[in-house]
């Protein structure tokens, strides 16, 4: 979790002035961590601190704000009758075009109460400099610090039919994955595509793996078996975290002595996962897309699980 700035530079430049609505610190429980922020303009918004009665009177709050910058204290209980009987500090900032500029850092340290920067700031600054450690978003000694949001992961995937749109739908919102979406033409995209998603049309896909990161992982579902092959081929030459192929049982065992044939050894080739998804959703394409995502997300939620039990 971090300041994600491209997707503020993304509000600003379309909708100009926008207020961006940030958790800076929680005592007792809260429907949302420090660090989750919402965007609000004139006649919108965008992300979630937690939705209720909490986000609606934040984002009418945010829409009559003057000041630059704004902390403001909520018992989630007594003041506004939700469940979680925590408190929160909301800060809330004015940001257009010029505003933006000042945003140049890897960290963002800025004042919300004290104005000279304290030494308790100073040497988490001083530990991201030296260690290359980032500091978790909080609101320390007057101070509020978070992050440039960068995407933790580098998702590559390979068409743009049904699936692939609904893969693209459901996981572009997700902050932690920076995704390349690959096809034949331009054609074959959707008019409108996330700003986050980089759209890369190549007549021959397959020699794109190449420069894919080695950590990257791909989802393979185009139109054609003879493309998902190549592509397959390919994937089994270079490196990757993660590679899965839509299909059958019988599609991928046919796959798989193809991929013999062309010199792969077997156990590379059970690198490969195959079918993808939950089958017992269904074949359409958003059931597909609902059974992918959580297939690619579960082992990474586990491996932070693991982390959070042994820290």
Not at 135 to 149: C, K, N, R, S, T
Not at 206 to 214: E, G, H, K, T
Not at 269 to 292: E, F, N, S, W, Y
Not at 301 to 308: G, P, Q, T
Request: contains cysteine; charged residues 20%; glycine residues 10%.
């Amino acid at each position: 979790m971090g300041l994600d700035l491209d997707t503020l530079r993304a509000a600003v430049a379309a909708h100009g002035r926008v207020v961006r609505v940030v958790i800076a610190s929680i005592k007792g429980s809260s429907p949302r961590e420090v660090g989750a922020a919402m965007l609000v303009w004139e006649g919108g918004q965008s992300g979630t601190i937690g939705g209720g009665t909490l986000e609606f009177r934040a984002a009418g709050a945010a829409r009559q704000q003057t000041q630059p910058r704004v902390l403001s204290q909520h018992a989630l209980g007594p003041d506004l009758g939700q469940c979680c009987g925590g408190v929160v500090q909301l800060l809330s900032e004015i940001y257009d075009a010029s505003t933006l500029n000042e945003l140049t850092a890897e960290v963002i340290a800025r004042p919300v109460g004290a104005s000279e920067m304290p030494l308790s700031v100073k040497r988490l600054l001083a530990a991201r400099r030296g260690q290359g450690l980032a500091p978790e978003p909080q609101l320390i000694d007057g101070w509020m610090i978070e992050p440039v949001h960068k995407p933790a992961r580098a998702l590559w995937i390979w068409g743009a039919g049904h699936v692939g749109r609904a893969l693209v739908d459901v996981l572009a919102p997700l902050p932690d994955l920076a995704i390349t979406w690959v096809d034949t033409g331009a054609e074959r995209f959707p008019e409108t595509v996330p700003d986050v998603v980089t759209v890369v049309p190549a007549a021959k896909p397959a020699d794109l793996v190449a420069y894919a990161p080695s950590q990257a992982e791909h989802l393979v579902l185009t139109y054609s078996h003879v493309l998902d092959l190549d592509l397959c081929d390919h994937l089994l030459r270079h490196e990757f975290a993660f590679a899965g192929l839509i299909g059958s049982a019988t599609k991928w065992a046919r796959f798989r002595s193809r991929l013999r044939a062309l010199g792969h050894p077997p156990e590379r080739i059970a690198r490969i996962t195959c079918p993808i998804g939950d089958p017992t959703l269904g074949k359409h394409p958003q059931m597909i897309a609902v059974g992918v995502a959580a297939q690619i997300l579960r082992p990474h939620k586990a491996l932070e699980n693991k982390k959070d039990l042994s820290a």
